[in-house]
């Protein structure tokens, strides 16, 4: 017999066979918009496993509002506007980014939840200055690198109904916050916060960020595989952004040969991405309600489903 487990679990053909009940196909227009968000995502896997996937949270979104306004009319109170918040984590380029964005557009095509926005942790990461004063800049991404006390602020306000809300911007060109820029948050139905630390939790805090979700996701794959496709990025902006004076990585990393580019890489990852996700991210991942298992070309492979 097989051991109990908190989840139910799919294969990418069980999982896709549940889009039947998926009532809405995908205009030319919106599989246009979906591929610019990241062209090498398929349609098979937004119609096999996004379209069940945004189905589902679809379900749960409208029976939290339902809930909501039963609770108002018990309180004969009017009905305030509580924003749904997802969170989404994972490791470092394991495509938590492309997997918010894809929910993102799909999620604001039914009518109950037009508004959905997005906010990534990243801004929420203490400034250069800041981490180099405190001696922590090859710490970056680690939890003590986030200024958590202002990513809870947020949180907080965005999820008590405030009807304008700041978040600050990081910029991967700059490898740093951006000082005169910030994303606004008005009421949004559903609110999306992707970064590696959403379900992390601190022993000396009394509140924790996925205190506020009413739905986490975990994004997973194998480390050999996220590995590949961290120095994959790193070639590709190699060849993009760190060309741009601006970049961070331009003096640094600009005229470095293609291997000695992977061999550069691979260091970073080894000594500051790999490190965090064995010591605080992947110790999250049974905190998620959701489990996506990617495997080794980015398709998703397994599901696992909280059954609480
Ligand atoms: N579903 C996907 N199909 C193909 N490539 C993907 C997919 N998701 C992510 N990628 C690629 O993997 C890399 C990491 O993805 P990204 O979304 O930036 O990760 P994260 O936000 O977790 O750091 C990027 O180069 C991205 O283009
Ligand atoms: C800012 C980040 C912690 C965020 O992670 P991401 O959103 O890319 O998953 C990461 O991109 C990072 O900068 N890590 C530090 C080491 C490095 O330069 O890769």
Same mark, same amino acid.
């Not at 000082?179 to 910030?182: F, L, M, N, R, S």
């Not at 640094?252 to 550069?264: P, V």
């Not at 049974?286 to 309600?289: I, K, M, S």
């Given at each position: 017999m097989k051991p109990y487990s908190p989840y139910y679990e799919f294969d990418r053909k069980v999982w896709a066979g549940l889009r039947d009940h998926t009532p809405l196909p995908l205009t030319d227009d919106e599989l246009q918009e979906l591929k610019g968000l990241n062209d090498q995502v398929s349609i098979e896997e937004v119609e096999e496993i996004y379209l069940p996937l945004t189905r589902l949270l679809h379900l749960y979104v409208k029976a939290s509002q339902q809930l909501h306004q039963m609770t108002s009319s018990f309180l004969h109170n009017e009905a305030p506007k509580v924003p749904y918040i997802i969170g989404?984590?994972?490791?470092?380029? !394991?495509?938590?980014?492309t997997t918010a964005r894809l929910l993102q557009t799909l999620l604001a095509r039914w009518d109950h939840h037009?508004? !959905?926005?997005? !906010?990534?942790?990243?801004?929420?990461?203490?400034p250069n200055a800041i981490l180099e004063k405190k001696g922590i800049m090859n710490k970056k991404g680690f939890p003590e690198s986030y200024d958590i006390k202002k990513l809870l602020r947020f949180i907080g306000d965005v999820k008590s109904g405030k009807p304008e809300v700041k978040a600050? @911007?990081?910029?991967?060109l700059t490898y740093d916050i951006v000082?005169? &820029?910030?994303q606004t948050i008005h009421q949004p139905?559903?609110?999306?916060?992707? =970064?590696? /630390? #959403?379900?992390? #939790? /601190?022993?000396?805090?009394k509140v924790f960020v996925s205190d506020f979700f009413d739905f986490s996701i975990y994004v997973d794959a194998e480390e050999h595989d996220i590995e590949n496709w961290y120095i994959d990025r790193?070639? @590709?902006?190699?060849?993009?952004?760190?060309?741009n004076r601006q970049s961070y990585f331009h003096p *640094?990393? =600009? /005229?470095?040969?293609?291997?000695?580019?992977? &061999?550069?890489s691979r260091q970073i990852w080894k000594e500051i991405n790999a490190k965090n996700l064995h010591e605080n991210i992947l110790p999250t991942k049974? *905190?998620?309600?959701l489990i996506l298992t990617k495997g080794a070309d980015h398709t998703i492979q397994k599901i696992h489903l909280r059954k609480l």
């Open positions: 989404i984590a994972g490791s470092v380029a !394991v495509g938590k980014s037009r508004k !959905v926005d997005l !906010v990534t942790t990243d801004g929420f990461l203490y600050p @911007l990081y910029s991967h000082e005169d &820029e910030q139905d559903i609110l999306i916060v992707e =970064g590696i /630390n #959403v379900l992390q #939790v /601190n022993k000396d805090a790193f070639l @590709l902006l190699r060849r993009t952004a760190f060309t *640094r990393f =600009g /005229n470095l040969t293609e291997q000695e580019s992977i &061999e550069a049974r *905190r998620a309600q």
